[in-house]
């Protein structure tokens, strides 16, 4: 049987010049994919309208070409998708595993809501049972819920390995459609994975907790799983998260002082790709590259050697 192609992507947020946070894992997406002759697809993720603009979307395009990074096709942007959502939402409706949800904002961050030690939020379904009349009582338009099960999801990460959660304990019912209609997060990513054919999700570490969610939604839709290799994230000396903040750290700024090549290679020699900090260009390293040699931990970086 011929092995399957395997198809990556690159799933950027068009609000901003990207960081290094978004450039490291770009990077290992790339090289994963290019190292087995696989398909890369470009995806603008703007489902929030007012942060992200298509002059940003340009700008990280061409970020990318300067990077060395190619891709083989791009989808249209998640903003131009809603009828496409519309189409899986009423499927999950119609298998009866949707409720409308009333809840402000203030309600689900309240002190008697549950959370877990790390403060994220667990919703305990005070929406879940409301009775036609009570629903009939509202004067606002609902949020919508997909009811999840008591089950534990369980995978192996390329990177940070064995992982499990359990959707009802950790998260509780969650919201694929907000009250002012847009679909969020979780949903449209599992739709767009799915109907590029992507087989393999490379990103930060610090959605690993959303693999469980969209494991559970690709189920529902009658998707496949994809791999999952979440990186490590890049931080500064002093242990804060590298971000959009950092402006002196953004590709505006490093492609001023430095050549794609010398930036490359650092990220490489972070990632524990190549033993030496020296310049190397993105498609010399396709041929080494390992998931195995990405080591789990966040990475902390010196800025200083960005100079």
């Known amino acids: 049987m011929a092995e399957r192609t395997v198809v990556g992507r690159f799933a950027p947020t068009p609000s901003g010049r990207m960081h290094l946070g978004n450039l490291f894992s770009a990077l290992l997406a790339w090289l994963s994919v290019r190292s087995r002759n696989g398909v890369m697809v470009l995806r603008m993720e703007d489902l929030d309208t007012q942060r992200t603009s298509a002059e940003f979307a340009r700008t990280l395009r061409d970020d ?74 509202f004067d606002r338009p609902p949020a919508w819920r997909v009811r999840v099960p008591d089950r534990l999801w369980q995978f192996t990460d390329l990177v940070q390995g064995p992982y499990a959660m359990n959707l009802a304990t950790d998260c509780g019912d969650m919201v694929v459609r907000r009250a002012d209609g847009v679909y969020v997060y979780q949903l449209a990513v599992t739709v767009d994975d799915a109907e590029a054919g992507v087989t393999e999700v490379a990103r930060g570490m610090d959605l690993l907790s959303s693999a469980p969610r969209q494991m559970y939604l690709q189920e529902l839709l009658g998707f496949p799983h994809p791999t999952y290799a979440h990186v490590p994230m890049l931080l500064a000396p002093d242990g804060r998260r590298l971000s959009k903040r950092d402006r002196d750290l953004d590709l505006g700024a490093l492609r001023q002082r430095m050549t794609p090549e010398t930036l490359v290679g650092h990220l490489a020699f972070a990632a524990g790709l190549i033993s030496k900090d020296e310049p190397v260009s993105a498609g010399e390293l396709r041929h080494a590259f390992s998931w195995e040699k990405i080591r789990g931990e966040s990475i902390c970086l010196d800025p200083s050697r960005l100079e």
């Open 64 to 137: 990318l070409r300067w990077l060395g990074l190619d891709w083989d096709q791009e989808t249209p942007p998640q903003s131009q998708r809603s009828r496409v959502y519309d189409r899986y939402f009423e499927m999950l409706r119609d298998k009866g595993l949707l409720y409308p949800c009333y809840c402000t904002r203030s309600q689900l961050h309240s002190v008697n809501a549950p959370h877990l030690s790390d403060g994220t939020y667990v919703y305990p379904g005070t929406c879940r049972n409301l009775t036609p009349a009570q629903r009939a009582a």
